[in-house]
C-alpha cells in the first residue's frame, strides 16, 4: 500500500457511506473520522502548444488549482517549489523531483486553440508516490470565452478521480444582490459561476425580489417578486432573461417556490384568506392542487430526490418546527425535536439530509439532520445564518450570513458538511438567497 493510499484526507464525520474510492488507478483516499490533513498537490502552467494558448495554460491551472485548495481537502505546492519543469505533455514524469518537495499528485495538461478559436484542454493526474497515472486523460473542447468553464470541469474530474466524490466546480449560484442602506435596499437577481466569477444580472432592482431557485437542468429559474405590489411567483429563462408571471388567482400571494424533481410542477405557498398552505403547481397548465390544508403557517416546501416526499416548516404546534409529507399531500410527521425554531429546509441531492436554518438562544445556525430527524448538527452559528442550497454533490452548503447593526450586510458563505471550511462567497456587494445549480 503506497503512502498515497493510506492518506487520510479529511474529516467527514457522521457520512454514512465514507467515501472510498479505487478508481482505474491504484490511488486510493479514506475519507473517515480524523485528523484533517489536506492533500499536497502540484498543479504547473498547462503546456501551450500553439502560440495563442500562452496566458490560457497558466490561467487555467490557477483555476483548477483555486477549485481544489477552495475544498479545504487539497494543498496546492507553490509553484516556486518546484524542481521538475513540464515543458511536454507526452514527456515522462520525473516521480523523484515531485516526490522531493511531497507532492502526493500531480496534475499535467496542455492548451492549444486552433485557426478557428476552438480551445482544446487536455490533462492528467499522477499519483506521485505510486508513480501511475490515475485514471485516462482526458480532453475537453470549447470556446476562447468559455475557458474558465474548461478549467471547472477539469477541477471537477481530479477532485472525483481523488475523493471518489461528483464534483461541484462547473456550476452557477443565482442570488438577491443588494445595495444600497440596510431600510432602503434595492435588490436584484444576479447569477454568477460558483466561485463569484462572470457576475450577470437577471432583473433591474426596480421591484423587490426574493428566493430565487433553479431548475433540475439549470436553465430555468423560479423566484417572488413584489412588481405587482404584492408577492407572485414568477418563472426566469437563464439563457434568454425572459419570464412570466405563473397564474395565480387575482390579489392572491404567492411565494417561496421551488420546483420538482421533473422540472414539470413546483410547490410553493399562497396566503387565501388570511391562511398560509402549500399547493402544488404544473406550471405549463397553471392548474395548481392543494396539498396542506392548517389553520397554521405552512411554507417553505422542498421535494426528496425522488420526488416522492415533501419536507416543509409548519407553526401548527406552537413553534416553527420542520415536518415531511407525502408528494400528494396528506398527513405529516414532525421531524425537528430540539429547542428553538427550524425552518428554510432543504432535501440534499443524495438523499441522506436536509438542510435547514435553526434558531436557538439568539443565535441562529445552519443545520444537518437525518429524513427522519435524528442525528441533528449544527455546522454555523452567528448574528444571522439563513436560506441553505446544497451543492450537486450534497457535500457543500451555501447560504446568507447578514452582520449586525445599522451597517450590517448580508453576505454568501458555504461551509461543508462536516462544519469544516467556513469561508465567504465572493461576490461584488451585498448578496442574499443562493440557489445552487446543477453540473452544467
Given at each position: 500500500m503506497t503512502r498515497f493510499m493510506t492518506l487520510v484526507l479529511a474529516v467527514m464525520a457522521?457520512?454514512?457511506?465514507?467515501?472510498l474510492l479505487a478508481q482505474d488507478g491504484?490511488?486510493?483516499?479514506?475519507?473517515?473520522e480524523g485528523v484533517i490533513e489536506p492533500l499536497p498537490f502540484a498543479a504547473p502552467d498547462f503546456v501551450a502548444e500553439t502560440p495563442a494558448a500562452g496566458q490560457l495554460g497558466q490561467d487555467i491551472a490557477n483555476v483548477v488549482a483555486a477549485d481544489l485548495s477552495g475544498t479545504g481537502l487539497f494543498r496546492e505546492i507553490p509553484p516556486d517549489a518546484f524542481i521538475s519543469r513540464v515543458t511536454s505533455f507526452s514527456s515522462p514524469v520525473q516521480f523523484a523531483d515531485w516526490k522531493a518537495i511531497n507532492a502526493q499528485a500531480l496534475i499535467t495538461g496542455a492548451v492549444s486553440v486552433d485557426a478557428g478559436g476552438q480551445v482544446t484542454v487536455k490533462f492528467r493526474v499522477w499519483d506521485v508516490f505510486a508513480g501511475q497515472e490515475l485514471g485516462s486523460g482526458l480532453q475537453f473542447t470549447g470556446t476562447q470565452d468559455g475557458w474558465r468553464r474548461i478549467a471547472h470541469k477539469v477541477?471537477?474530474?481530479?477532485?472525483?478521480?481523488?475523493?471518489?466524490?461528483?464534483?461541484?466546480?462547473?456550476?452557477r449560484v443565482v442570488f438577491v444582490s443588494e445595495t444600497g442602506p440596510k431600510d432602503q435596499r434595492a435588490k436584484r437577481l444576479a447569477i454568477m459561476d460558483y466561485d463569484g466569477a462572470n457576475l450577470k444580472y437577471l432583473t433591474d432592482s426596480s421591484s423587490l425580489v426574493l428566493a430565487?431557485?433553479?431548475?433540475?437542468?439549470?436553465?430555468?429559474?423560479?423566484?417572488?417578486?413584489y412588481e405587482t405590489g404584492f408577492p407572485k411567483v414568477y418563472v426566469l429563462d437563464v439563457a434568454s432573461v425572459s419570464r412570466r408571471a405563473l397564474q395565480t388567482q387575482e390579489g392572491e400571494m404567492s411565494f417561496a417556490p421551488r420546483f420538482a424533481p421533473d422540472g414539470r410542477s413546483m410547490v410553493y405557498s399562497i396566503i387565501r384568506g388570511g391562511n398560509t398552505d402549500i399547493y402544488k403547481m404544473d406550471i405549463a397548465s397553471g392548474q395548481s392542487t392543494r396539498l396542506t390544508d392548517a389553520p397554521s403557517i405552512e411554507t417553505a416546501p422542498s421535494f426528496s430526490p425522488?420526488?416522492?416526499?415533501?419536507?416543509?416548516?409548519?407553526?401548527r404546534s406552537g413553534s416553527k418546527q420542520l415536518y415531511i409529507m407525502s408528494a400528494g399531500g396528506g398527513e405529516a410527521r414532525r421531524i425537528s425535536n430540539g429547542d428553538g425554531q427550524y425552518g428554510t429546509p432543504v432535501w440534499s441531492p443524495r438523499g441522506d439530509l436536509i438542510a435547514f436554518t435553526k434558531q436557538s438562544k439568539q443565535r441562529f445556525h445552519i443545520g444537518v439532520m437525518r429524513t427522519d430527524g435524528s442525528e441533528e448538527r449544527l455546522l454555523t452559528a452567528s448574528f444571522l445564518d439563513e436560506g441553505p442550497t446544497w451543492a450537486p454533490n450534497g457535500r457543500v452548503i451555501m447560504f446568507t450570513r447578514e452582520s449586525q447593526g445599522a451597517q450590517g450586510e448580508a453576505r454568501l458563505w458555504s461551509v461543508d458538511i462536516t462544519g469544516r471550511n467556513l469561508k465567504q462567497v465572493p461576490t461584488p456587494g451585498g448578496?442574499?438567497?443562493?440557489?445552487?445549480s446543477p453540473l452544467q
Open positions: 457522521m457520512i454514512q457511506a465514507p467515501a491504484p490511488l486510493r483516499i479514506e475519507i473517515t477541477a471537477d474530474q481530479v477532485y472525483s478521480r481523488i475523493t471518489g466524490e461528483g464534483g461541484y466546480f462547473d456550476t430565487p431557485r433553479f431548475s433540475p437542468t439549470g436553465d430555468r429559474v423560479l423566484y417572488t417578486s425522488d420526488g416522492s416526499q415533501i419536507v416543509f416548516e409548519s407553526d448578496a442574499s438567497d443562493p440557489s445552487w
